[in-house]
């Protein structure tokens, strides 16, 4: 799996969006980027997922570059409920195996009052 | 619908000891992946168990051991418990074969803290 590169911490209002960059320059074109996170003291959650076209759903939104070389998530209205670590993953997917996840170390993000 | 459960939910046990840990998967998932988070760290790969056999193995020596159950439910083994050891112990369930793009989801659990002394 392609390694990807995020930063170490982030802050953001609440209320605001909250955009949590990342990159993943050696990502090969059958990879899907995911995101997951993690709220103190659970499992990861997963948030969304995506091969090249943007991606939304009730979370959050997924912006890929044109050369798919980094992506964005944006969680439109950050919460405080929205603190958690953040883990950008980059994954082949086949029809048949669902194949293990390789975190990083994430971006944490603080939502500040 | 019951999402994937793990026990127990903390652990004490003593360097040179042997510990099993237990997950139940996602109702409907037939699949069963372990991972260790050190504190700081993201979740690292341990083995994933699909119709009751090893399927991928990450980078862990032998000491660690599993097991999936024809209900799909699994179990992790660790034999001569290190202090290294220490850790939260995540369980994720799947589906293996993949009938929607959503079906490639990993369904964590809230994990089992083991603590070694």
């Known amino acids: 799996d392609a390694k990807t590169t995020q930063p170490t911490s982030m802050d953001c209002a609440e209320g605001r969006a909250a955009n949590l960059p990342c990159n993943h320059s050696t990502i090969s074109g059958n990879e899907y980027v995911y995101w997951y996170r993690q709220i103190h003291s659970q499992g990861p959650q997963y948030i969304i997922h995506g091969l090249k076209n943007n991606e939304t759903n009730e979370m959050a939104s997924l912006i890929i570059t044109e050369d798919r070389k980094s992506s964005t998530l944006i969680l439109p209205h950050a919460t405080l409920r929205d603190t958690a670590v953040y883990y950008c993953?980059?994954?082949?997917?086949?029809?048949?195996?669902?194949?293990?996840?390789?975190f990083g170390t994430g971006t944490r993000l603080t939502i500040i009052p | 619908d019951a999402g994937v459960t793990q026990s127990p939910t903390h652990l004490i046990k003593t360097r040179g000891q042997q510990v099993t840990l237990r997950c139940s998967p996602k109702?409907?998932?037939?699949?069963v992946s372990w991972y260790q988070q050190a504190l700081g760290q993201g979740p690292q790969f341990i083995f994933q168990y699909y119709e009751e056999e090893e399927r991928q193995r990450g980078n862990f020596p032998d000491r660690f051991s599993g097991h999936q159950f024809p209900n799909y439910s699994s179990e992790l083994n660790v034999n001569a418990l290190l202090l290294g050891d220490s850790a939260l112990y995540l369980c994720?369930?799947?589906?293996?074969?993949?009938?929607?793009?959503?079906?490639?989801?990993?369904?964590f659990g809230p994990g089992t803290r083991l603590t070694v002394t």
């Open positions: 993953i980059v994954r082949f997917l086949s029809n048949f195996g669902n194949e293990k996840l390789t």
């Open positions: 994720a369930s799947s589906l293996l074969v993949r009938q929607t793009s959503f079906d490639y989801e990993q369904y």
């Open positions: 109702s409907g998932h037939d699949t």
